[in-house]
Structure formats: C-alpha cells, structure tokens
C-alpha cells in the first residue's frame, strides 16, 4: 500500500508517454464500441473504465461474459469493437482465451497488465504495463490504483489524439495526495475498531465512486472474512435496503460532483433507518455523518477521486484484519494468479 504515490508518480513519468501512443494508435482505427474483460480486482477497475468510456468519451461500453465464448463457443462479430483486457498478472487462461477468440473476431485488442512478458500481453494486439512493480502481499493494492490511473490516461488520450499532457495535468496532484492519505493511519485505525466484531457490512455509492465500494467489499472479505455487500445507490433503494437496521455498518463513497449528489437522498435513507453510517468523501459529507474519513478532493476532478478513495479503505481492510487475529498479507484460499477457465 505505501508504495502507491511512487507507482503513480512512476506512472505519470514513464507509462504516460507510452499510453499516449497507444492511444493515438487506436484512435486512428476509430473503434464504435468498447467491452472490458476482468477478473476480481481488476474488474473493477474494468467498471471504473466503463465509466470513463461511456461519460469521457461516449462510447458504448459494456462488461463481457468470458464463458460466452470460453464455454460456450460463441463468435460474435467484433468488428470496429475495441476489447480492453485488464490482468495484474496477464496470465489467466480464460482471460487470454477470451482475449484471443476477440481478435480472431476481428477486435482491436489491448491488455492492461503489470507484466509485459505475460500470455495476455502477448496476445494482444496493443499492450500497456502499468509499471507497478512485483505484488508480493497476495490482496492487490498498487495495481489496483495503477490500473485505474493508467486507464484514466488512456482514455484522455483517445479523448484527445495526439495530445501530449492529455490527462497528465489533471493527474499531477495525485501522487503527493495519496502519500497524504495513506500517512493518516490513525483516523483508519479507529475506524476499524467498530467492524472489529461486524457479522456482516454494506458499501455503497454511486457513480465513479462505485467500483470504490466493490473493491472496497472485495478486500474487506478477502482479508477479514467478513461478508461485504456493495451496491450503487440506486440498487440498494430497490430492495436491500430492508436488510439496514441500527446496528448494520454501511460505509458510503461520496465522490465531490455528481455521482455523490445522486447518493445523497439514499445517505436520507440511510439515516431515518438509523444505520451506523460512515462516509468517505469530501469534507462536506464527512462533516455531516458520525463517522468517516475525509479526502482532500478540493481541485480533484470526479474522475480521479476514486484513485484517493480506495486508499483508506485498503488500510481499514488491513486494520480489520489485523483486529481479528488474522493475516492481511496472506489470506486463506488464496493465489495470486487465479487460474479460471
């Protein structure tokens, strides 16, 4: 985790002049509609992407089903589509299977990895190493927070063919305010103390800052054990919400722009129930809750926040852990590269 304001400067250094190729080069073969392929952490920094696609760019964007064509067989014309494939480690076989039936239909192809030499890279007719460094810790950290800034590059990049700093100005404050978070271990560490006993917990935002929540829940279960439910705003009013009472911990992301404005009458909801409520987000929202971390999102675009937000919620995963007598760096049923099929 502390290694991330390193791996983003790394990022803005060395990996944005490459992404910015790459971008031109598919901007050139104008691909109509995007699709992302993922597993675990990396899916949901393949959502995050989505968002990126659908409101950056407008382009069509959706997330595939591998088995269609892994188990099922199935070849759709892919035709003009762009097939963005995100892997840490490029090395799971459904992954580069699916990856190679998209080409074959005739796909652009691109990975995401953190290792140039994988299978996936290999495959792929485009490639971009998020320069992360080796992972030793098995739950994903710094390639989570890698991918979502190499991918925010990307996308500024076709946004702007042939823009030199596409994205890269907007992006310069990170790495000094994630070295700020994470330097709060504190503030975490009291926070975790009220999920040390929690039998089961809810996460929840909307917009950009949803695949916040789902990698949040995501390391809270692997590391702790603890059953962690995310949904978007929305969907917890449609039905969930019943499962809130006073003493259901619900942590809500609210992103400083319009995804947190479209959370805030479920934040109402939240509070008439008399759920123990904490909120990660701007000063604003924390200042309103019981409990909660803020960010330092003043002059941070929406589309970047989600690379602050998940900081904390990585260390609350580790503190949690910690809390229950268990190991964060080594959970049980663990690899570090999942071999689906």
Do not use: W
């Not at 030499?117 to 030793?136: K, T, W």
């Not at 809390?323 to 049980?332: H, K, L, Y």
């Amino acid at each position: 985790m502390a290694e991330q304001p390193d791996v983003l400067r790394r990022i803005l250094a060395e990996g944005a002049p490459r992404i910015r190729v790459v971008a031109e080069q598919i901007a050139a073969r104008r691909p109509r509609f995007v699709l992302l392929t993922a597993r675990g952490t990396s899916d949901n920094a393949a959502l995050y992407a989505k968002y990126l696609f659908e409101v950056r760019l407008g382009k069509p964007c959706g997330l595939t089903s591998m088995s269609t064509t892994t188990a099922y067989g199935a070849r759709p014309d892919l035709r003009d589509c762009l097939v963005v494939t995100v892997s840490q480690s490029g090395g799971s076989p459904d992954l580069v299977a699916s990856t190679r039936a998209a080409r074959e239909a005739g796909a652009i192809t691109l990975a995401v990895t953190n290792n140039a030499g994988s299978a996936l890279a290999g495959i792929s007719e485009f490639h971009i190493d998020v320069l992360a460094g080796p992972e030793r810790a098995l739950p994903a950290t710094k390639t989570y927070t890698a991918e979502l800034l190499a991918l925010y590059l990307l996308v500024e990049g076709l946004r702007v063919p042939g823009d030199l700093v596409a994205g890269d100005l907007a992006a310069r404050a990170l790495p000094d305010l994630a070295e700020s978070v994470l330097a709060r271990h504190d503030e975490v560490r009291a926070l975790a103390a009220r999920y040390r006993f929690a039998e089961r917990m809810v996460l929840t935002s909307r917009g950009y800052g949803y695949p916040t929540a789902k990698e949040a829940a995501l390391k809270l279960m692997e590391t702790s054990y603890i059953p962690a439910l995310s949904y978007s705003g929305a969907d917890l009013l449609h039905g969930p919400l019943a499962m809130v009472d006073n003493i259901s911990p619900v942590i809500a992301i609210v992103t400083d722009g319009k995804g947190g404005q479209a959370l805030r009458p479920v934040l109402e909801r939240l509070r008439d129930r008399g759920a123990d409520l904490v909120v990660i987000g701007g000063h604003a929202e924390v200042g309103r809750a019981a409990a909660g971390f803020a960010l330092p999102t003043d002059g941070v675009a929406e589309e970047l926040q989600p690379i602050l937000e998940i900081l904390p919620l990585q260390r609350l995963a580790y503190e949690v852990t910690l809390a229950r007598g268990q190991d964060p760096d080594a959970p049980r049923s663990l690899a570090k590269i999942t071999e689906t099929r």
